[in-house]
T-cell receptor, first 115, second 113 residues
Framework: KQEVTQIPAALSVPEGENLVLNCSFT??????LQWFRQDPGKGLTSLLL?????REQTSGRLNASLDKSSGRSTLYIAASQPGDSATYLC??????????????FGKGTRLHILP | KAGVTQTPRYLIKTRGQQVTLSCSPI?????VSWYQQTPGQGLQFLFE???????NKGNFPGRFSGRQFSNSRSEMNVSTLELGDSALYLC????????????FGSGTQLSVL
């Protein structure tokens, strides 16, 4: 059974610092991994999607990596800004489309960038 | 291009009642999925619909049901509400049945008293 863990649950860093968010999963048989951002009381915004065959994806100041052998993904945020404050969730999609498989989300890391 | 629209934004119900939530996907998207988010359990998958057919279902009781219409709009129904059903209910859409990026609505905050 796939389990997705995000540690730490909360993180505070000064503005301008580079930071790394972690996502661990127990079953390496995945189709893709997605990183999302969620602002309080709002829905999720997709940030990056890494296919199973890829090692990393980049978008602006964000870089996500995937290491299936170790069951880990990291989200790197460069030159953090107060607007980056949000909860970041990762989600793992299973390889098959049968009715028993479903997307699994981590519980997120609540990030606070200190001005 | 309009995003995913969920209505209503907030709902207050009492135990035993039923509730229907609505989700309009991005134009051209044919897959709609529903999720429940609570502080304790996090974000959990409820079900996915594609071309009016339920493709996948999470581990929720039969009180949770849904449907999708020919225009891809979807509704979710919860019958015999329990206090534990209080949550943020999110829907997401994507173009087709493949595993690509999900686009989420802002959610419906349901409070059961």
């Amino acid at each position: 059974k796939q389990e997705v863990t995000q540690i730490p649950a909360a993180l505070s860093v000064p503005e301008g610092e580079n930071l790394v968010l972690n996502c661990s999963f127990t079953d390496s048989a995945i189709y893709n991994l997605q990183w999302f951002r969620q602002d309080p009381g709002k829905g999720l915004t997709s940030l990056l999607l890494i296919q199973s065959s890829q090692r990393e994806q980049t978008s602006g100041r964000l870089n996500a990596s995937l290491d299936k052998s170790s069951g880990r993904s990291t989200l790197y945020i460069a030159a953090s800004q107060p607007g980056d404050s949000a909860t970041y969730l990762c989600a793992v999609t299973p390889p098959s489309m049968n009715r028993d498989d479903k997307i699994i989300f981590g519980k997120g890391t609540r990030l606070h960038i200190l001005p | 291009k309009a995003g995913v629209t969920q209505t209503p934004r907030y709902l207050i119900k009492t135990r035993g009642q039923q509730v229907t939530l609505s989700c309009s996907p991005i134009s051209g998207h044919r897959s709609v999925s529903w999720y429940q988010q609570t502080p304790g359990q996090g974000l959990q998958f409820l079900f996915e619909y594609f071309s009016e057919t339920q493709r996948n279902k999470g581990n929720f009781p039969g009180r949770f049901s849904g449907r999708q219409f020919s225009n891809s709009r979807s509704e979710m129904n919860v019958s015999t509400l329990e206090l534990g059903d209080s949550a943020l209910y999110l829907c997401a859409s994507k173009r087709d049945s493949s595993n690509e990026k999900l686009f989420f609505g802002s959610g419906t905050q349901l409070s059961v008293l």
